[in-house]
């Protein structure tokens, strides 16, 4: 990456520093090449780097946060940024707000598998459990289907299912691949989306939270991207 911040020690991208550059009480940004940088500078960026800054701003990222990518809209990258390193949740768990405390529940429509209509069901996420579950009926004692984190994947799929948050659920059940199709209605709480609700009404449709699970890389990998 040509840019860094020299107050936090982290090597980021174009984008990330207009982002960057919106904290400069926490971050200063300067140009990896064009920029003039004097000794002191260089040994700080030496020590830290970005794999040195994730394990001191990264201790207590709740399990189902959703990490952003370089693919993603400036919004999450931002949000990220924000909590990370302005707000440093991550570092101070008491500063997150209640979804990490491992439990969500909220309803969602899902596609019925025989006669493809949507219908609302609800939808637990434990922390627990590791696991995803939802419940043909709202008094079920026992849910329909139990996924487990570390076998589920999900993925946006507006136009598949025909509504702007749609989002495909694959999962591991008896060693098979199944798939769920649902979509939650503007403005209430998604499960599958821990930080659906802290986005405001106009914020971008859902991404693939659960996609982000384990999905942590080599000391430059995830780190390099949304730093
Ligand atoms: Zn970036």
């Avoid at 040195?52 to 931002?78: G, I, K």
Wanted: hydrophobic share 30%; aromatic share 12%.
């Amino acid at each position: 990456p040509d840019w860094a911040s020299y107050t936090l020690g982290v090597f980021i991208c174009l984008s990330c520093s207009g982002i960057h550059r919106n904290i400069p009480q926490v971050s200063k940004v300067k140009s990896v090449r064009l920029d003039a940088w004097d000794d002191a500078q260089v040994e700080f960026m030496t020590s830290r780097g970005n794999h040195v800054a994730r394990a001191a701003f990264e201790s207590e990222v709740p399990p189902f946060y959703y990490r952003p990518s370089a693919s993603d809209c400036q919004l999450l990258r931002e949000q990220w940024i924000r909590a990370k390193y302005e707000r440093q949740e991550f570092t101070h768990p008491e500063r997150q707000e209640p979804y990490s405390a491992g439990y969500r529940e909220g309803f969602l429509w899902k596609r019925g598998r025989d006669n493809g209509q949507f219908l609302s069901r609800k939808f637990v996420l434990t922390e627990r459990e590791g696991a995803l579950k939802y419940f043909n009926r709202s008094d079920a004692k026992e849910p329909k289907a139990i996924m487990k984190i570390e076998h589920l994947n999900a993925t946006f799929q507006p136009a598949k299912i025909g509504h702007p948050h749609g989002l495909q659920v694959t999962y591991l059940k008896d060693n098979s691949t199944r798939n769920i199709f649902v979509y939650h209605e503007d403005g209430k709480e998604n499960p599958a989306d821990p930080q659906g609700g802290r986005r405001g009404a106009e914020g971008p449709p859902d991404h693939p939270a659960m996609a982000a699970v384990g999905s942590q890389s080599g000391p430059w990998g995830g780190s390099l991207e949304a730093s």
